[in-house]
């Protein structure tokens, strides 16, 4: 969630960080995303009031913030995901993540070819639009950081999960 908070102050400002966490002052929930643990609901809420307060609601734009999270991520802690610059080898084990990153769920990763993947998520609890356009953004980056950068992409809702079709 940190990485959230520094998109909005490196591409914004500290003002409009703080304008955005004083939203949640009542909740008190700020020692509850310090410890990194949090409930996913707070994550969905925070991440619409980032889309409401900074993108006049555009839920799409919240791609920026997954390609923000990717970008720290994958050159940082878990740089070792691409130290081949292989996109192919990345979505092989990318599911290792995607259980660091959330409690719940599984991803299945599908290389249908050399320049096409189907991704899909299942058996979580629930999946919400702000999380998905996250999610893809941290794809999309991940792609751009092994040197593609024509990634076209689609994702539909489909019974207890959600399926990405990424092609470059």
């Known amino acids: 969630m940190k990485s959230k908070f520094d998109f909005v102050k490196e591409n914004f400002s500290t003002q ?3 304008l955005i966490m ?3 002052k009542d909740r008190d929930i700020f020692p509850i995303l310090e410890s990194q643990w949090y409930d996913y609901s707070i994550y969905i809420d925070i ?3 980032i889309a409401v307060s900074l993108f006049d609601g555009d839920l799409t734009k919240l791609q920026k913030l997954g390609a923000y999270s990717a970008k720290l991520a994958l050159t940082g802690v878990y ?3 691409m130290a081949k610059k292989d996109f192919l080898l990345f979505l092989k084990n990318v599911s290792y993540l995607h259980t660091r990153f959330y409690n719940m769920g599984k991803m299945n990763v599908d290389i249908i070819s050399d320049n096409n993947v189907k991704i899909i998520l299942a058996d ?3 999946y919400d639009e702000p999380d998905i356009y996250i999610a893809l953004g941290f794809y999309i980056e991940a792609a751009s950081l092994c040197g593609i950068t024509n990634v ?3 994702f539909e809702k489909i019974e207890n999960g959600v399926k990405y079709i990424l092609n470059w």
Request: glycine share 0%; no cysteine.
């Open 16 to 18: 409009k960080t703080e």
């Open 22 to 24: 004083e939203l949640f």
């Open 47 to 49: 991440l619409n009031t």
């Open 79 to 81: 740089k070792s995901f």
């Open 124 to 126: 979580a609890p629930r």
């Open 152 to 154: 076209k992409y689609s």
